[in-house]
């Protein structure tokens, strides 16, 4: 890849407090040739307002309704003409040489499926409350325990020629559309991890990852996709799988 175009994606619903923060994060960005796309729900708390005042820096922009987190994403990853991918969420933050990283690493790795590095957990001033995480995966290993605290999103960039599927995230899936993709990616091709901070990832009480049960039971759903049906660890996933749907319909 030689200088390539990155496209990156920012879905965001009245998160005006911290987008201004991430749209800053973005177009500040070392290396240049990025294009960047921010999918708004129809925010009603001045997010629009903040993004009409970056319109000239941004690609594209919306501001409607849509089906959710990952519908939003697809939309824009179904416009955008970049050969590598990323999403950052409206609260969450890149580092400013994260893109040129992570573009030098396909360079000379030009047929892995991601490129990610470290990522610092910060609560809603920006105060960090873990340092930068991150360390080399296996698919044996994000099948087991999921992505954290190896693997951060914010922290990901995507090579869009090795999504060889007709969708970029799956839309049916609210919590864990990240993690399909990262164990899509690992079963078909490679990762590629760079020991560097590349983002940092917002706690606050109104994010949607707060919602520990209902992610915990869809992160099982995902798991029992990619792992081997005859394997005591599906079957036990399968169990409490549902077990939990059981529970949750009485």
Not at 23 to 39: A, G
Not at 115 to 125: L, M, S
Not at 145 to 161: D, E, I, T, W, Y
Not at 219 to 228: A, D, G, I, S, T
Request: charged fraction near 25%.
């Amino acid at each position: 890849m030689d200088n390539p175009l990155v496209s990156i994606i920012t879905p965001s619903f009245n998160q005006a407090k911290f987008l201004e923060e991430t749209i800053c994060s973005v177009l500040n960005q070392t290396y240049k040739n990025i294009e960047y796309f921010v999918m708004d729900g129809g925010s009603t708390d001045g997010s629009l307002d903040i993004i009409k005042k970056y319109d000239s820096q941004i690609t594209y922009w919306q501001s409607k309704a849509d089906k959710g987190q990952a519908d939003a994403i697809n939309q824009a990853f179904d416009m955008c003409k970049g050969k590598i991918i990323a999403f950052l969420n409206s609260d969450d933050l890149l580092l400013p040489t994260a893109v040129e990283s992570a573009v030098r690493c396909f360079e000379v790795n030009p047929n892995i499926g991601f490129v990610y590095g470290k990522c610092a957990t910060i609560d809603e001033t920006g105060t960090e409350l873990r340092e930068p995480e991150g360390e080399r995966i296996s698919v044996e290993w994000a099948l087991d325990k999921g992505m954290l605290p190896k693997v951060f999103q914010p922290a990901c960039f995507f090579n869009r020629s090795r999504i060889e599927r007709s969708y970029f995230l799956d839309s049916s899936l609210q919590y864990t559309f990240d993690y399909d993709l990262i164990l899509y990616l690992l079963k078909e091709t490679h990762s590629f991890f760079i020991n560097k901070q590349f983002a940092s990832y917002r706690i606050h009480k109104e994010a949607k990852s707060q919602n520990i049960k209902d992610a915990f039971q869809e992160k099982l759903q995902v798991q029992l996709r990619y792992m081997n049906k005859t394997s005591p660890k599906w079957i036990i996933r399968k169990i409490k799988s549902l077990f939990m749907q059981n529970k949750k319909a009485l």
